[in-house]
């Protein structure tokens, strides 16, 4: 243990002061922000130790790859290049460091790109479209454009065609309809809030629909986007259609705070690589 605080001293200080001020950032907006729930420090751990595992396994996959379809390069590299490098002058010294280094932070790059990039690429749009608001009833030029997705071309409600829209337009099938029922089928369903039930092995993640079911329309009214879960259980969301208050006839699209109980269902359409 004394070896490994000796060689890794470090990297053990600067991860320890990256997680104390991640915390104190938390807090502070915790406290002063309450309302807000969109920072999450434990799910935000969890993402960054899932990126770290990930690169670390993408690095072994890639050198297993080498010892097995280049069996004389991996032997030496291992035998040859790692024991001697002490050996190496200077110069060379600092022109191989760079080369691995920079080799690392390229394989990191492409890694955290490739990850869940549809994810990203759909979440940026939606915060991008956070200002989108009706000028008149289920009108505006953006709205216009989410209803002529799905067919119409005059003013209706359209949050299905939010979502609808969005989906398609990073390349996600789906329902491609105006209709909020189009996006709980069973076939799509990940999680239903009133029968607990939960497709085994899954876990809601940012780009998930979400559906609110209504008991007087006796079907789900409302669609709208899973963004997180935050520290105090609520779901957060992209909505269209919706306003502060949350209703499903509002007039725009607002970041929302909902309370599980009261979303039908999650369903997932973009499928896991």
Known sequence: MNKFLRTFKEEVVTIALLVAGFFCLNWVLGRYFPTSALFDFVSEIETMAYSIVRFIVVLAMAWVGVRVIFPNVFKFLRDDFYSRFPELDRNMKYILGTVIFLVFVLAG??????????????LQNLTEQLDVREITP???????TYLKHVGFNQPAPWCAAFVSWNLSNVGVTNPKSAWSPSFASDKDVIWYSKSGYKRKGTKAQTGDVVTFYYTRLKRVGHVGFYIKTDKSGYFITIEGNTNKSGSRSGDGVYMKKRPPAKVHAISRYIKEV
């Open 138 to 144: 289920n009108r505006s030029p953006m709205i216009d």
């Open 109 to 122: 790059s492409i890694t955290a790109k490739a990850q869940d990039s549809v994810r990203h690429e759909l």
